[in-house]
């Protein structure tokens, strides 16, 4: 909801890509697809500049490049 609230923001081509990579390596992907925490489609999900990884594993990004990295490993 709040994806189309604001808009329906999308992500810069590197975060997507950062988000997607990073969900393919997270031992909570279900069929290579979902995450399996939230149920979402990992493809759509990572597009959405409103979205936040339910286990904190995407870094936060400003206009200017990386912000912040909360990113876990396992």
Sequence with gaps: ????KEG????D????????????QCPHLKHNT???LCGCVIEQKAKWNTAE????R???????????NNTKTS
């Design 1 to 4: 909801i709040k994806y189309a």
């Design 8 to 11: 329906a923001p999308a992500v």
């Design 13 to 24: 081509p590197n975060e997507y890509r950062f988000r997607v990579r990073t969900c393919h």
């Design 34 to 36: 979902r995450c399996g």
């Design 53 to 56: 990884c339910p286990d904190g």
């Design 58 to 68: 995407w870094e936060t990004y400003s206009a200017n490049g990386r912000k912040s």
